[in-house]
């Protein structure tokens, strides 16, 4: 059957004053399955690497510019294209920063779209139904455009199809209520218009997706009174020009999806092969009105094979690639994989593979290249027993609980019975299973301890964050549950293992951990390397005045405190006594440093970073400070497989609190000498990039030098390193 698996975050949706539009415009494939590129409704066109969850690059017109068609990416050239103001088409590489110094052509006519898929060409089509190759139409901006559409009609959907030797524009059209077809070859250019059926009386298509197979375009659609329609294309040359009359489309019903009372009003219908179709914003049969899902549906034997509750609103929009759906709901812009195995009446009926009760309950096999190889059957009685898997089974109970009954268990069991289950359901449990199990119970314990204030496993969370198989964006209030409880432990393990943290998460973790007391800090458990490293730093004597990284404490009697004031010289003497000391307890810095670890993204951070306190931003800033002074020291140890901050984050972190708080802190006394240190700190760090770059200039002018020329038994080279 058809499997939804356990989806994850891509970003977050920003709110809008209109919430029927979820701000996003459209998601096209790039280079390979693991990047997109998403363009916002307004300004904004951003890179991201699935996988990572994180954006790669971003680019934004002006204020007064307007993104009018989604941004694609060009494969043969790598570059990205994208319309701004209806008439002005953009290119640009992934190395360049600013938008608006990219190229740009102004065209003569309002422009629909722009496509590009692999294997094709970039075409542009126009508001009126004119279509262009790129490339011919950059070489003559203002050309002139014919209108294709009548005065009336108006296009409503479009898109790219390359079969092995033509390559198509399909769009719709709407006139009056009546919906149209073209189809533009271009080899030969030529234009053929179809006329659609018309289903019941006042009812437009909500979406359309197309598909090739077959030398055939099949085009589906979705009625909002749950009609699931296909019309097939011949992609054959035409027959001569009859005349402008329409031809008939006829279509053929594959599903009638169940609405309930009403017609649906945001949804989405995603052909994904031959035989499975995805639609979101559809109710699911056996759940109430009022819940909105994702599901499968496979069209062969009208069955659903698989469904997904989506949170939030849904805006009818639904984007697949490489067997993940790119679907966004509520706040939240989600990516859900999927699997679709070739389909079959067994599959279709949920019995491809029936497990006998025996084998259910046999203990866990070891796998030989043949089963994974050949899905080779292995008998019960041939079952290899590892030594801990027959030491297990005999120490525990005959009748072990399954994945369905903990989950139950944890519903209502009391916290030493929850943990002790969850322990031994992990320990026997498949690495294969792990991946889907552990995430349910995760969100199960999470909804529990939220609503029962008296129910808490920290054990058995932080087991599950161990496991490797949890991220935020399947379990998305674990952190802020670890902090409501003060459970400092298991929000470190989140912060070292979830590779999805958003930067609001980041910022209330750290919010937290500046603003604990000693006392609290003191009183936590944390993994012993961090606290090591902390403890070698702090116990650390001071070492001797002399350049550190760049950084010479000589360099403070320079021009740097001749521009300032004699009150500002005196406060940072009195201060440079306290530089080497860490201003925060040994724990509360740990804490911190997972923060300086966890990834983020500027524009997402620096935000959240203005909620935080004048005071915390200096406390924060001082402990920036002994670090940066602890990193530059010639002394500083060095140790392998500690985990710790980097000189670069830590700097990185000083550029963002100064850039959120810059104006607080110019008018907080406390700061001044503060200030004027990291003034000293970043000057000294442009300093000795400069010099690593002269030196890197003089290697690689070395490396051009041409070999030694035989000049005998003895000479003399002089280098001059400027």
Same mark, same amino acid.
């Given at each position: 059957?058809?499997?939804?698996?356990?989806?994850?975050?891509?970003r977050?949706?920003?709110?809008?004053q209109?919430r029927?539009?979820?701000?996003?415009?459209?998601?096209?494939?790039?280079r390979?399955?693991?990047?997109?590129?998403?363009? %916002?409704?307004?300004?904004?066109?951003?890179?991201?690497?699935?996988?990572?969850?994180?954006?790669?690059?971003?680019?934004?017109?002006?204020q007064?510019?307007?993104?009018?068609?989604?941004?694609?990416?060009?494969?043969?050239?790598?570059?990205?294209?994208?319309?701004? %103001?209806?008439k002005?088409?953009?290119?640009?590489?992934?190395?360049?920063?600013?938008? !608006?110094?990219?190229?740009?052509?102004?065209?003569?006519? !309002?422009?629909?779209r722009?496509?590009?898929?692999?294997?094709?060409?970039?075409?542009?089509?126009?508001?009126?139904?004119?279509?262009r190759?790129?490339?011919?139409?950059?070489s003559?901006?203002?050309?002139?455009?014919?209108?294709?559409?009548?005065?009336e009609?108006?296009i409503?959907?479009?898109?790219?199809?390359?079969?092995e030797?033509?390559?198509?524009?399909?769009?719709?059209?709407e006139?009056?209520?009546?919906?149209?077809?073209y189809l533009q070859?271009?080899?030969?250019?030529?234009l053929?218009?179809?006329?659609?059926?018309r289903?019941?009386?006042?009812?437009s298509?909500?979406?359309?997706?197309?598909?090739?197979?077959?030398?055939?375009?099949?085009?589906?659609?979705?009625?909002?009174?749950?009609?699931?329609n296909?019309?097939?294309v011949?992609v054959?040359?035409?027959?001569?020009?009859?005349?402008?009359?329409?031809?008939?489309?006829?279509?053929?019903?594959?599903l009638?999806?169940?609405?309930?009372?009403?017609?649906?009003?945001?949804?989405?219908?995603?052909?994904? !092969?031959?035989?499975h179709?995805?639609?979101?914003?559809?109710?699911?049969?056996?759940?109430g009105s009022g819940?909105?899902?994702?599901?499968?549906? +496979?069209? +062969?034997f009208?069955?659903?094979?698989?469904?997904?509750?989506?949170?939030?609103?849904?805006?009818g929009?639904?984007?697949?690639?490489?067997?993940?759906?790119?679907?966004?709901?509520?706040?939240t812009?989600?990516?859900?994989?999927?699997?679709?195995?070739?389909?079959?009446?067994?599959?279709?009926?949920?019995?491809?593979?029936?497990?006998?009760?025996?084998?259910?309950?046999a203990?866990?096999?070891?796998?030989?290249?043949?089963?994974l190889?050949?899905?080779?059957k292995?008998h019960p009685?041939?079952?290899?027993?590892?030594?801990?898997?027959?030491?297990?089974?005999?120490?525990?109970?005959?009748?072990?609980?399954?994945?369905?009954?903990?989950?139950?268990l944890?519903?209502?069991?009391p916290?030493?019975?929850?943990?002790?289950?969850?322990?031994?359901?992990?320990?026997?449990?498949?690495?294969?299973?792990?991946?889907t199990s552990?995430?349910q119970?995760?969100?199960?314990?999470v909804?529990?301890?939220?609503?029962?204030?008296?129910?808490?496993?920290?054990?058995?969370?932080?087991?599950?964050?161990h496991?490797?198989?949890?991220?935020?964006?399947?379990?998305?209030?674990?952190?802020l549950?670890?902090?409501?409880?003060?459970?400092?432990?298991l929000?470190?393990?989140?912060?070292?293992?979830?590779?999805d943290?958003?930067?609001?998460?980041?910022c209330?973790?750290?919010?937290v951990?500046?603003?604990?007391?000693?006392v609290?800090?003191?009183?936590? +458990?944390?993994?012993?390397?961090s606290?090591?490293?902390?403890?070698?730093?702090?116990?650390q004597?001071?070492?001797?005045?002399g350049?550190?990284?760049?950084?010479?404490?000589?360099d403070?009697?320079?021009? %740097?405190?001749?521009?300032?004031?004699?009150?500002a010289k005196?406060?940072?003497?009195?201060a440079s006594?306290?530089?080497?000391?860490?201003?925060?307890?040994l724990?509360?810095?740990?804490?911190l440093?997972?923060v300086?670890?966890?990834?983020?993204? !500027?524009?997402?951070?620096?935000?959240?970073?203005?909620?935080?306190s004048?005071q915390?931003?200096?406390?924060?800033?001082?402990?920036?400070?002994?670090l940066?002074?602890?990193?530059?020291?010639?002394?500083?140890?060095?140790?392998q497989?500690?985990?710790?901050p980097?000189?670069?984050?830590?700097?990185d972190?000083?550029?963002?609190?100064?850039?959120?708080?810059?104006?607080?802190?110019?008018?907080?006394?406390?700061?001044k000498?503060?200030?004027?240190?990291?003034h000293?700190?970043?000057?000294?760090q442009?300093?000795?990039?400069?010099?690593?770059?002269?030196?890197e200039?003089?290697?690689?002018?070395?490396?051009?030098m041409?070999?030694?020329r %035989?000049?005998?038994?003895?000479?003399?080279?002089?280098?001059?390193?400027?």
């Amino acid at each position: 059957m058809a499997a939804l698996y356990a989806g994850y975050t891509l970003r977050g949706l920003a709110p809008t004053q209109n919430r029927s539009n979820s701000g996003i415009q459209g998601v096209e494939a790039e280079r390979d399955s693991d990047h997109v590129v998403v363009t %916002d409704s307004t300004r904004c066109v951003t890179l991201y690497k699935v996988s990572d969850q994180k954006p790669l690059s971003c680019w934004t017109v002006k204020q007064g510019h307007t993104l009018t068609g989604p941004a694609v990416y060009n494969s043969r050239t790598q570059e990205y294209v994208a319309v701004s %103001d209806r008439k002005v088409i953009r290119i640009w590489k992934e190395e360049d920063i600013v938008l !608006d110094k990219a190229f740009k052509a102004t065209v003569s006519s !309002d422009v629909w779209r722009v496509h590009c898929v692999a294997g094709g060409d970039p075409v542009v089509l126009f508001h009126r139904g004119a279509v262009r190759l790129l490339d011919s139409l950059l070489s003559a901006p203002q050309q002139p455009i014919e209108e294709v559409l009548s005065q009336e009609e108006a296009i409503s959907w479009s898109t790219n199809v390359v079969t092995e030797s033509q390559q198509f524009v399909l769009f719709t059209t709407e006139q009056k209520g009546d919906h149209f077809v073209y189809l533009q070859r271009l080899s030969p250019n030529t234009l053929q218009r179809y006329h659609l059926e018309r289903e019941e009386p006042g009812l437009s298509p909500l979406s359309f997706s197309a598909s090739y197979r077959d030398a055939h375009i099949r085009l589906l659609y979705l009625y909002p009174n749950g009609h699931v329609n296909e019309s097939v294309v011949s992609v054959r040359a035409p027959v001569p020009d009859e005349g402008a009359q329409a031809l008939p489309l006829p279509r053929s019903l594959l599903l009638a999806l169940p609405v309930g009372e009403g017609l649906l009003e945001a949804a989405s219908a995603q052909a994904l !092969d031959e035989a499975h179709v995805a639609v979101v914003g559809v109710p699911h049969p056996s759940a109430g009105s009022g819940k909105d899902f994702l599901c499968i549906w +496979n069209t +062969n034997f009208q069955t659903l094979q698989a469904g997904k509750e989506m949170a939030g609103k849904i805006y009818g929009q639904l984007w697949s690639f490489w067997n993940k759906l790119f679907i966004p709901h509520g706040k939240t812009f989600s990516v859900i994989p999927y699997d679709c195995p070739k389909s079959s009446l067994a599959s279709a009926l949920g019995k491809l593979r029936q497990v006998k009760t025996e084998e259910s309950k046999a203990p866990t096999s070891v796998p030989s290249w043949n089963t994974l190889l050949h899905e080779e059957k292995v008998h019960p009685s041939r079952t290899v027993e590892t030594r801990k898997t027959r030491t297990t089974r005999k120490s525990h109970s005959a009748q072990s609980l399954t994945n369905d009954q903990v989950l139950e268990l944890i519903k209502t069991a009391p916290v030493e019975e929850v943990q002790r289950e969850v322990q031994l359901l992990l320990s026997r449990t498949d690495t294969q299973d792990l991946q889907t199990s552990v995430g349910q119970l995760a969100c199960t314990l999470v909804s529990r301890s939220l609503n029962d204030p008296a129910f808490y496993t920290p054990s058995s969370l932080a087991q599950l964050v161990h496991t490797r198989y949890l991220c935020h964006s399947v379990c998305p209030d674990l952190v802020l549950l670890a902090l409501e409880r003060k459970d400092y432990f298991l929000c470190q393990l989140c912060l070292q293992f979830f590779p999805d943290i958003p930067e609001v998460v980041t910022c209330a973790c750290l919010k937290v951990f500046i603003s604990m007391s000693e006392v609290d800090a003191a009183n936590v +458990n944390l993994e012993p390397d961090s606290v090591f490293f902390m403890e070698a730093l702090i116990a650390q004597e001071h070492e001797p005045s002399g350049l550190r990284n760049g950084f010479s404490p000589a360099d403070e009697g320079r021009s %740097d405190l001749a521009e300032g004031a004699t009150t500002a010289k005196q406060d940072n003497e009195k201060a440079s006594t306290a530089e080497h000391m860490c201003p925060v307890g040994l724990h509360k810095a740990v804490l911190l440093n997972e923060v300086l670890q966890t990834a983020y993204f !500027d524009s997402f951070l620096l935000p959240h970073l203005k909620d935080l306190s004048s005071q915390d931003v200096v406390l924060f800033l001082q402990y920036l400070q002994f670090l940066y002074l602890k990193f530059s020291q010639d002394a500083f140890p060095q140790t392998q497989g500690l985990r710790s901050p980097s000189l670069t984050q830590v700097m990185d972190w000083v550029s963002l609190l100064l850039d959120a708080h810059f104006t607080v802190l110019v008018m907080t006394p406390e700061a001044k000498a503060l200030l004027l240190t990291l003034h000293r700190f970043v000057k000294s760090q442009v300093r000795f990039v400069s010099e690593l770059g002269k030196i890197e200039g003089s290697l690689k002018e070395l490396d051009k030098m041409a070999s030694k020329r %035989d000049v005998g038994q003895y000479s003399i080279e002089i280098i001059e390193l400027f």
